[in-house]
C-alpha cells in the first residue's frame, strides 16, 4: 500500500524511469542510489568545466572548486590534492601561462595553500601591468632612436 502511494505522488515523467520493485524500502533505497550517482556526474562536470574569467578574487574561486571536492568526498568520491590543484591551474585563464609553466617546472609540488598565495600574487601583479593596446601605444620613428638626453639621433640610409 506504501509503495502505491509512493509511486502515484511521482510525476508520470519520472516514474517511467524508476525501477519496478513490490517492496516500499528496496524501491526507495534504489531510487536513493540513483539520485546520489546523479549528484556526483554534476559535481564532477560542475568541477571540471569550472573556469577562472579574471573577475572576483581567486582565493574564493579555488575556495570554491575546493568546497566542491568536500561535497564529492562525502558521496565517496574522493579526489586527492594533485588532482585539485591540477584542476585549478588548467582552469586559468591564459594570461597566468607563465605561471603555470612556471609551476610545472618545479621539483617541489606546493599545498593548496601556496598555490593560492603564489596565484594572488600573480594576479595582482598582472593587474597592475598595463595592457598594450592601440589606444595607449604611441608609434615611434623606425629610423629615429631617442637618447637620455631627449635629442633624436637619426639613422642614415
Known amino acids: 500500500m506504501s509503495l502505491m502511494i509512493i509511486k502515484h505522488s511521482i510525476s508520470e515523467t519520472i516514474r517511467g524511469a524508476m525501477p519496478e520493485e513490490e517492496n516500499a524500502k528496496k524501491f526507495l533505497s534504489q ?4 539520485f546520489v550517482a ?13 573556469q ?6 581567486i582565493r574564493e574561486y579555488i575556495m570554491e572548486m575546493s568546497n566542491i571536492v568536500a561535497k564529492m568526498k ?6 586527492s590534492e594533485d ?12 594570461q597566468f601561462g607563465p605561471f603555470r609553466i612556471n609551476y610545472n617546472t618545479q621539483r617541489e609540488k606546493w599545498t593548496l595553500n601556496e598555490l593560492i598565495a603564489q596565484l594572488q600574487d600573480a594576479d595582482a601583479n598582472h593587474q597592475t601591468i598595463p ?13 629615429s632612436f631617442e637618447s637620455a638626453k631627449g635629442s633624436e639621433l637619426l639613422i642614415a640610409n
Not at 546523479?38 to 569550472?50: D, F, G, I, N, Q
Not at 577562472?52 to 578574487?57: F, K, L, S, T, V
Not at 588532482?83 to 591564459?94: D, E, K, N
Open 31 to 34: 531510487n536513493a542510489d540513483q
Open 38 to 50: 546523479v549528484e556526483k556526474v554534476e559535481a564532477c562536470s560542475k568541477l571540471v568545466t569550472m
Open 52 to 57: 577562472y574569467n579574471g573577475e572576483g578574487n
Open 74 to 79: 562525502a558521496l565517496k568520491l574522493e579526489f
Open 83 to 94: 588532482i585539485l590543484m591540477f584542476l585549478v591551474l588548467i582552469s586559468l585563464p591564459t
Open 131 to 143: 595592457e598594450l593596446s592601440p589606444s595607449n601605444t604611441e608609434e615611434t620613428p623606425t629610423n
